[in-house]
Each structure stands twice: as C-alpha cells, then as structure tokens.
C-alpha cells in the first residue's frame, strides 16, 4: 500500500510542482491547477484523469476508482483508493495528472522527449 510519504517522494522533483495546505486538505498544484488532493483521511486521494477515460477506469476496476463528487463531474478528475495501489501506479497517475497541467515543453523535457 503507498501512502502520503510516497506521493510527496513522486511529486518532489516534478517541474513547477507543489504543495499546499487547503482547508486542513493537502492538495498538489501546477501554477493555480490542483492535479492530486489527498484526503483528510489520506486513505484516497482525488486526482487529474482524462474524462473520455473515466467510465471505463470506473467500470474496470471499481474496488480502485470510484466516481468524483457531482460537482466534480465536469472536470477531469477520479478518486482512488490508495489501498488498492502499488508505488508503478501510483507513479503512473501523478506522472500522467502532472502531464495534463504543464506547459507540453516542461513535460518534453521531464520525459527527455525532443
């Protein structure tokens, strides 16, 4: 199981990444874009996800996904369940939420894409 130590690790060294404190909640941000919140708890986390993808993650793995709050709908966004998650998918979620907020030069060159 991964927990808060390992995203903070993952999220470190992400170009124009960083952390703050809102409303006793630790959210992850790009410029003003909140990519990946934790919550209270820290048992799930709220993250950056393709819309058109959502469904699908949702109807595949519903003991991971579950869907974002009403009012989250229209943003691209899921909640995960960090119990069900290894460090590779976790990495893989920040890394790809992360991807969605940067400039596309900031993530070339994170990549080492040219």
Known sequence: MVD?????AITADLPRSYEVLVRDQIKFR???IVY??????EQTIGIGFPREERAA???SEPDKFFPPRPSDER???????LAALDHAELRELILDAWSMCVPKKVRADYFGEH
């Open 36 to 41: 990946l919140a934790v919550a209270p708890d």
């Open 75 to 81: 943003f691209r966004w899921i909640q995960v369940r």
């Open 57 to 59: 993650a949702l109807a």
């Open 30 to 32: 790009v410029g003003q």
């Open 4 to 8: 808060l130590t390992d995203i903070r």
